[in-house]
Structures are given as C-alpha cells and as structure tokens.
Nanobody, 124 residues
Framework: QVQLVESGGGLVQAGGSLRLSCAASGRTVSNNAMGWFRQAPGKVREFVAAISPRGGRTYYADSVKGRFTISRDNARNTVYLQMNSLKPEDTAVYYC?????????????????WGQGTQVTVSS
C-alpha cells in the first residue's frame, strides 16, 4: 500500500509562486508515474500534471503549461509541483496520485492511491 501526503499549499497573491510536495510512504513509487490533480469548489477534479517513473516524460494540462513544472526525486520518494505566475483560477485543493500506468500521451491515474489534498488559494 502507498500513502501519499501533500504539503506546501497556502494563500498567495496573483502572480506569486508555490511549491507543492507529495511524499510517498509504504513502498517506493519509483516505478509509478505520478500525477497532480485539482478540484475547485463545485467543479469536478481535473488533471494538472504528471511525470513518468524516471522523469523523462511530463504531461501538463493546457491551462498550466508554461507556468507549472512537475518533478520528482525518487531517492526521497517525493514528487513536486512548482507553480509560478499563479492566477485566481488556480485556486483549488490539489491532490497527488500514484498512477496506474501511462502512455506516450496520457497519464492513467490509479483510483486507489490519492493523497488527502492541500489547499491553494490565489487572491486577486
């Protein structure tokens, strides 16, 4: 079993930056693609970014391309999401996911491995 714990959320002004972390425990996630999702109030959870097991492939939602960067440190069993140029519409709870699989174009999330989420609030 994998436990995922997100951290790094908070309140930031528009144009600011935050770095989210997702620490995995229970077993290594170095063989998993890992992803970030977010859910704003009243909206469905949406994909934000993902990274392949060795970090050679990354995936981004169009809404965050050029502003967010996903990375991972397999030695620390941790995945990061650097968020720059934040906008009020980025406000959401951000969730980490240990993926089921991935292809050259898509990240397939696991339904079993989700963190509890971290709140990101961007003020205008």
């Amino acid at each position: 079993q994998v436990q995922l714990v997100e951290s790094g959320g908070g309140l930031v002004q528009a144009g600011g930056s935050l770095r989210l972390s997702c620490a995995a425990s229970g077993r290594t996630v170095s063989n998993n693609a890992m992803g970030w999702f977010r859910q704003a109030p009243g909206k469905v959870r949406e994909f934000v970014a993902a990274i392949s097991p060795r970090g050679g492939r990354t995936y981004y939602a169009d809404s965050v391309k050029g502003r967010f960067t996903i990375s991972r440190d397999n030695a620390r069993n941790t995945v990061y999401l650097q968020m720059n140029s934040l906008k009020p519409e980025d406000t959401a709870v951000y969730y980490c996911n240990a993926g089921a699989s991935y292809t050259s174009t898509d990240y397939i999330p696991s339904s079993a491995y989700w963190g509890q989420g971290t709140q990101v609030t961007v003020s205008s």
